[in-house]
C-alpha cells in the first residue's frame, strides 16, 4: 500500500502513526497553534530530543535559527521528553510564553538555546514567500520515473510545508510560487537490493519511523510542473549506509512547462 504516516504540523506537532513492516499508516491531527512553521517527529524522540524533520523556508523557525536535525528538548522551558502528550505541553508551552520564544535544542551533540519575539518576526519579510499572486506551479510524485536509465525510482510526497499530502493519491500538488518543504518517502524496488541489504532497509525504517523520510526544498516557479523522484545512491549500498538510512536521496528529476491557474 503506497501511503505513508506523517502526521505532523506546522506548529510542530502531531503524532506519528504506527509502522507495518511494508508501509507506514498515518493518524492526523492538528494543533490549535500555526506559530513555529516546523515539521517535528512527536511520537519517537531521540534520545535527546524530538527531531526537527524540516523548517519552512523565511518561516519562524527559520529565523529563530532552528535547523533540520536538531534535536528539540524544551519550549519557554517546559521539557518535552517525558510528557505524555507532547503536543498539547508544546502548544501549552507556546500560549504561556506571552509572545516570547525560547527553543532548547541539541545540535551536533550540543545545547543551544533559540529565543525570539513572534511579535517582532511577523513583521519581517518572509525569505522568498510561497504565493498564488505570484503564480502557481506543480510538484508530483506519480511520473514515471527513469528508474533504468538513472536509477531514479517511485517516491512519494507525504507532507508539504509541514502539512499532510491527501491519504489518496494524486496527480499532481499545486503550489504558490516560492520555496516549500516537501516530505519524501522512497519505494525503492526490492530487486535493487540483495537480500541482506533488505532486511536492514526494512529494520531502518521500522526502527527510524518518520525519520526514515527525508525533506526537499523545491523552489516552484510559474507555470512548471516539478517531479519528485528517489535516487538509489549505488556508492551507499554497504551494511552500515543502509543501516543509517544514507542510500538514497530525494531529487527533482525533471521539470517542465505546464500551465497552472
Avoid at 10 to 20: D, F, N, P, Q, R
Avoid at 28 to 35: D, I, M, P, R
Avoid at 226 to 247: P, W
Amino acid at each position: 500500500m503506497r501511503r505513508s504516516l506523517l502526521a505532523l504540523s506546522l506548529v510542530a506537532a502531531l503524532g506519528l502513526g504506527a509502522m507495518t513492516a511494508h508501509a507506514e499508516e498515518a493518524t492526523t491531527s492538528h494543533s490549535a497553534l500555526q506559530t513555529l512553521e516546523a515539521v517535528v517527529d512527536t511520537r519517537t524522540p531521540a534520545r535527546d530530543g524530538y527531531v526537527v524533520l524540516a523548517v519552512t523556508p523565511g518561516g519562524f523557525a527559520e529565523r529563530l535559527g532552528l535547523q533540520a536535525e536538531d534535536r528539540l528538548q524544551r519550549v519557554n522551558g517546559v521539557a518535552l521528553l517525558g510528557a505524555p502528550n507532547v503536543e498539547a505541553t508544546l502548544a501549552n508551552a507556546l500560549e504561556q510564553g506571552g509572545g516570547r520564544v525560547r527553543l532548547e535544542v541539541v545540535r551536533g551533540g550540543r545545547p543551544l538555546s533559540l529565543s525570539g519575539s513572534l511579535d517582532a518576526m511577523a513583521t519581517t519579510p518572509l525569505a522568498q514567500p510561497a504565493s498564488d499572486a505570484q503564480g502557481c506551479g506543480y510538484v508530483s510524485a506519480t511520473d514515471p520515473t527513469p528508474d533504468v536509465s538513472e536509477g531514479i525510482f517511485d517516491a512519494e510526497i507525504t507532507m508539504i510545508d509541514g502539512r499532510s499530502t491527501p491519504l489518496y493519491e494524486v496527480n499532481r500538488q499545486r503550489l504558490g510560487v516560492g520555496s516549500h518543504v516537501l516530505v519524501v518517502s522512497e519505494f525503492i524496488k526490492d530487486h535493487r537490493f540483495s537480500p541482506v541489504q533488505r532486511k536492514h532497509r526494512r529494520l531502518m525504517k521500522r526502527r527510524e519511523l518518520a525519520r526514515a523520510y527525508k525533506a526537499l526544498m523545491v523552489d516552484v516557479q510559474p507555470d512548471t510542473r516539478y517531479s519528485i523522484g528517489a535516487r538509489l545512491l549505488t556508492d551507499k549500498l554497504d551494511n552500515e549506509s543502509i543501516r543509517n538510512n544514507e542510500y538514497w536521496e530525494p531529487v527533482v528529476w525533471t521539470q517542465r512547462p505546464e500551465s497552472c491557474r
